[in-house]
Structures are given as structure tokens and as C-alpha cells.
């Protein structure tokens, strides 16, 4: 089998856009996949392009390690963001044909059924005000879904530091979630790699007493020393790692015993191959994966089969039930979270078992819309312009 051509589609939503890359074959398959990007969606297609027409026109989807080499070394250059989103989406849509190849869904080619549920955590439910009781009640609406996890950022725009007045809300804010859900629902705080290391401990100290499942980016990504010292100041786990693009960016985080969960991005971190190979590195630190999932139903997919097959997969993170909901009718068989479970069930249908559909997408074209988690009211998720000022407070 050969691959003849790339398409990709653009879907805006107003927060997000989603970009889906089909590949299409020489024996009629098409497989497909799907990265959501982070504000620089152009440049993502174009290194698609710049990719595809090199290392995947022409290749056998069989071969994700070559593809992926022609990435990581024949490039010379270091591949971060931007190069390894492109090849997760082109790795994810070969693995789609893999497993339509041979008539198998792919969590069958990984390793096989591992476990029954793969367990998941809702997101982008509390798009209202940042008032306590307000975001009280929208958790209530969560669980009432089946979920037995969520997780919040409630710094508002915060960067770098944080007043006693706004540490007094967000504190607040948690505690009023904490009422809602219950004892035994899993709370997991996102920092968005905001503070200094100072602040994000003084922080943890306010919030230790809601019990929250974990401290998620404390520090910015690149910020290791911060990282440690945050590791010293507070008895929480810390998740972190969706902002990492290569194996050896976990190299300090799992060495220095930085990090709890490894929260990963399957599309921005060379696909399904890239994330397995980590799985394997990360299981002999006894640290398990929650990857980190914007996208909608195509790379959610990709991370439900991953999640049937790694032993070391602890929950996935979901948008879809609460943010844009209309992006499920993108594919023909959305892999959805079962109410009874608080997961996704295992799918059956050979690849990833959803089929992109380009007629709704073209309904919802690509619209340049930005996000910028420094703005006041970003929560919204109704987009938010990329402004430096917004930043500096
Ligand atoms: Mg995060």
C-alpha cells in the first residue's frame, strides 16, 4: 500500500480550530487524523505540506519509524511544536490505515486489551463566570453526566503571581466545586505553567485541604529548577508535560522524579508511535500518562485506543461534552464517555473506527480564531486575541 495524497481540513470553532489530515492510498483506503494546534494553525499546514511531500507521498503507512525518522533525524534540525504536531497527524491517520489494513481496531496492534474502560475527566464545563457559586452549579452538571472527574483553572487570567484577593477567589472558587461533586470525585487543578515557584507553592498550601487529584503545569514548561522547587514545597502530586514535543524533553522529569502523571499530547508529540515509546519509558518510573486532549473525535480516538493497550494509561481528558459538542458529528462513530462508566468503552471497528466527514466540516470552516489563556475571560472559550499586554500583569 502507497500513499497517493494529503488533504487537510480546517474546522473553526471559536476557541479552536481543528485541523484533520486524510491520507489516501493506492488501494482506496483513507486514513485519518487529527491535531488540535495552538494558535498557529498555518504553520502547521504548511509543515504538513513541507513533510508530507518529503517523508509520506509515496510511503507505505506501514512504516510510522521511517516517517517518523525523516522527522526527528534526517531534518537535522530539532523538531519541537510545530514539526511533531504535523507528524502525529500523519502518524495517527497511518495507524487508522494500519488497522483497516488488517481488518483490526488499533488498540489490537498496541498491545491489546489491556483494560475494559478507558477512565476520562471532563474540561471546558465552567463557561461562566468566575464566581464561586456559579461554577459550583456547572460542576454539578458534570457529574450528573457520569463523570468522576474534572478539572479547572480558577487564576483567571493570572501570570507569574497572584494577590491575596485573587488566591482568596480562586480558593473559593475551588471549594465551591469541592460542595458540589462530593468527596469521592477526582478535582484537578490547572496552573497553565502561570507562576513563579514561590507563588505556585503558596498556592498548593491554600488548596491542600480540597484534596485535588493534582497540580497540573505549576511552572512553565522549560522552568525544571522551578519544577524542583515546587516538588519540595508541597505534599500534591504534580502532572505536567503537555507542552514537550520529544522523548528526551521527559528526560528531567522522569530522572529528577519531577512528575506524577505524564500528561503528554498525542498530537503534539509524533502520534501514537511517539507516545507509545514514552509509555514504555515512563512505566519503568512507575509514572502513568493522562494525555492531554483538546482535539476532537479523531485524536480522541487515537487516545481511547492507546488507552485500552497501555498498562501505565491513567484517565483521558474530554472537551467534547461540553465545549463546541456539534465537533462529534465530524466523524460517523464518535467514541463517546458512558454515562455508567465515567469512560469510553473499547471500541471494536477496525483503525481508529471513525470515518471523517469533509461535507459537515466544510460547514465549519476555518475561522483564524486565537486563544490566549492571559486574557480576562478566557474561561469563556469564546476566543480571546493574542495581545502581549494581556500578558503582563
Ligand atoms: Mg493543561
Redesign the pocket.
Known amino acids: 500500500m502507497k500513499i497517493t495524497n494529503i488533504v487537510t481540513t480546517v474546522v473553526g470553532t471559536p476557541w479552536r480550530e481543528l485541523t484533520y489530515v486524510e491520507l489516501e492510498t493506492d488501494e482506496g483506503l483513507v486514513g485519518v487524523g487529527e491535531v488540535r494546534m495552538v494558535n498557529k494553525t498555518e504553520t502547521l499546514i504548511a509543515a504538513i505540506q513541507e513533510i508530507g511531500n518529503r517523508y509520506v507521498i509515496g510511503a507505505d503507512p506501514f512504516d510510522v519509524e521511517r516517517i517518523a525518522w525523516g522527522v526527528l533525524w534526517t531534518e537535522y534540525g530539532r523538531a519541537g511544536e510545530v514539526a511533531q504536531s504535523a507528524l502525529a497527524a500523519i502518524d495517527i491517520a497511518c495507524w487508522d490505515l494500519i488497522g483497516q489494513a488488517c481488518g483490526q481496531p488499533v488498540w489490537k496492534l498496541l498491545g491489546g486489551r489491556f483494560r475494559s474502560v478507558v477512565p476520562a475527566y471532563a474540561n471546558g464545563w465552567y463557561q461562566g463566570d468566575r464566581e464561586p457559586e456559579a461554577i459550583g452549579e456547572l460542576a454539578k452538571t458534570v457529574v450528573a453526566r457520569g463523570y468522576r472527574g474534572l ?1 479547572l483553572d480558577p487564576f483567571g487570567a493570572a501570570s507569574a503571581d497572584l494577590t491575596t484577593a485573587e488566591l482568596t477567589r480562586s480558593v473559593s472558587i475551588v471549594e465551591a466545586v469541592r460542595d458540589a461533586v462530593g468527596p469521592d470525585v477526582d478535582i484537578m487543578i ?1 496552573m ?1 505553567g502561570r507562576f513563579r515557584s514561590a507563588t505556585a507553592v503558596r498556592v498548593a498550601g491554600a488548596l491542600e485541604h480540597l484534596a485535588p487529584k493534582w497540580l ?2 505549576p511552572v512553565p514548561p522549560a522552568n525544571v529548577h522551578g519544577l524542583r522547587n515546587v516538588r519540595l514545597g508541597t505534599r500534591l502530586p504534580i502532572a505536567t508535560g ?1 507542552r514537550i514535543h520529544g522523548i528526551e524533553d521527559a528526560a528531567p522529569l522522569l530522572e529528577e522524579g519531577l512528575v506524577d502523571t505524564l ?1 503528554v499530547d498525542v498530537t503534539h508529540f509524533g502520534g501514537i508511535t511517539g507516545l507509545h515509546k514514552l509509555a514504555g519509558w515512563a512505566a519503568a518510573y512507575n509514572v502513568p500518562l493522562a494525555p ?1 486532549n483538546v482535539c476532537g473525535p479523531v485524536s480522541t480516538a487515537a487516545n481511547v485506543h492507546l488507552g485500552v493497550a497501555t498498562p501505565n494509561f491513567q484517565v483521558l481528558e474530554h472537551f467534547n461534552d461540553f465545549a463546541d459538542t456539534w465537533v462529534l458529528d465530524l466523524v460517523d462513530h464518535p467514541h463517546l464517555v458512558d454515562p455508567r462508566t465515567g469512560g469510553f468503552p473499547v471500541p471494536e471497528r477496525p483503525g481508529l473506527g471513525v470515518r471523517f466527514d469533509r461535507e459537515r466540516a466544510a460547514e465549519h470552516p476555518s475561522n483564524g480564531a486565537t486563544f490566549n489563556l492571559f486574557a480576562v475571560g478566557w474561561e469563556k472559550r469564546e476566543g480571546t486575541a493574542l495581545d502581549v499586554a494581556s500578558t503582563l500583569h
Do not use: Y
Request: hydrophobic share 0%; net charge negative; no cysteine.
Open positions: 478539572k490547572e497553565h497540573e503545569e503537555e500528561q492531554h
